[in-house]
């Protein structure tokens, strides 16, 4: 017996697209077991603009760094920051970690 899928209205804008998938289940739109993956070679991530104050000194080491890799100070500190992330969340996907890190009040207590 083949599934019955939903229509999928057609939207005005991106919006109302959102605003519509946030609260409805994709499963009774589109059959996922036939989904395919693909690579979207052109799309960028959003990105926001922050103001970060930062030391004198630790923003000159910051492009010393990145002078001698030959590249952008602010690239340095994307990268820096992913790597910390990357390894912060690894570290604490683990239950025993999250766990006492609560019972001492939380991650940067």
Not at 10 to 15: A, R
Not at 37 to 43: A, D, M, R, S, W
Request: aromatic share 10%.
């Amino acid at each position: 017996m083949e599934n019955e899928y939903k229509d999928i209205p057609i939207f005005t804008n991106e919006d109302e697209e959102r605003s519509f998938w946030a609260i409805q289940d994709s499963t009774k739109f589109v059959d996922w077991d036939k989904a395919e993956n693909i690579i979207l070679p052109n799309l960028k991530p959003s990105t926001e603009i922050i103001r970060l104050r930062l030391p004198e000194l630790m923003l000159n080491e910051l492009k010393l760094i990145a002078n001698k890799l030959d590249g952008p100070y602010q690239s340095l500190i994307k990268m820096f920051l992913k790597e910390r992330i990357d390894h912060e969340l690894k570290r604490y996907m683990d239950d025993s970690v999250i766990l006492s890190t609560e019972k001492q009040g939380g991650l940067f207590a």
